[in-house]
T-cell receptor
Framework: AQSVTQLDSQVPVFEEAPVELRCNYS??????LFWYVQYPNQGLQLLLK??????LVKGINGFEAEFNKSQTSFHLRKPSVHISDTAEYFC????????????FGKGTMLLVSP | EAQVTQNPRYLITVTGKKLTVTCSQN?????MSWYRQDPGLGLRQIYY???????DKGDVPEGYKVSRKEKRNFPLILESPSPNQTSLYFC????????????FGPGTRLTVL
């Protein structure tokens, strides 16, 4: 079984500041790693995912994440946030050997203020 | 446009009154899934389906039923809803592999009185 821990439930930040949303996972098997974003009153959409290869993954809207196998982490970063980045962000994993079944973290609410 | 649709988007009902939330996808995806989202708990999987006539329980299946008679549709059925099933529900679909992106519907906000 897998589990995902998002260490911060809320992250307040000012516009144009950098941000890091933290994600750690636990699994006895190899996993794929995902970040999804949920804008207010919408469904989730994929921000980025790590499948293999380079540990630095670039996604949409200027976000990137780095896979660290030794620390079992997949932290999400953006060098300069905008008001429009205000949303809830979910880290998720799926086991290599399984179907497309995601285990989600509890989410981190990113609050960007002017 | 590739999309997952859910209906209704909002529903208020009373305890014990059977209801169905529909989900449809137009991407010819094999895999479909239902999640519920509750504050502080993230998304938890209710049921999933790997193909037509193949369904399996997720993490929180109690009180729910599903069916997959056609590839594009995956309805969620609450035979006797209770207040603890008040939640935000999402349907999702994907090509099926563990590496595949899941595409989510817009959500159904259900209130059971």
């Amino acid at each position: 079984a897998q589990s995902v821990t998002q260490l911060d439930s809320q992250v307040p930040v000012f516009e144009e500041a950098p941000v890091e949303l933290r994600c750690n996972y636990s699994s006895s098997v190899s996993v794929y790693l995902f970040w999804y974003v949920q804008y207010p009153n919408q469904g989730l959409q994929l921000l980025l995912k790590y499948l293999s290869g380079s540990t630095l993954v670039k996604g949409i809207n200027g976000f990137e994440a780095e896979f660290n196998k030794s620390q079992t982490s997949f932290h999400l970063r953006k060098p300069s946030v905008h008001i429009s980045d205000t949303a809830e962000y979910f880290c998720a994993v799926s086991a290599h050997s399984g179907y497309s079944t995601l285990t989600f973290g509890k989410g981190t609410m990113l609050l960007v203020s002017p | 446009e590739a999309q997952v649709t859910q209906n209704p988007r909002y529903l208020i009902t009373v305890t014990g009154k059977k209801l169905t939330v529909t989900c449809s996808q137009n991407m010819n995806h094999e895999y479909m899934s239902w999640y519920r989202q509750d504050p502080g708990l993230g998304l938890r999987q209710i049921y999933y389906s790997m193909n037509v006539e193949v369904t399996d329980k997720g993490d929180v299946p109690e009180g729910y039923k599903v069916s997959r008679k056609e590839k594009r549709n995956f309805p969620l059925i609450l035979e006797s809803p209770s207040p603890n099933q008040t939640s935000l529900y999402f349907c999702a679909s994907s090509a099926g592999l563990a590496s595949a992106t899941q595409y989510f519907g817009p959500g159904t906000r259900l209130t059971v009185l």
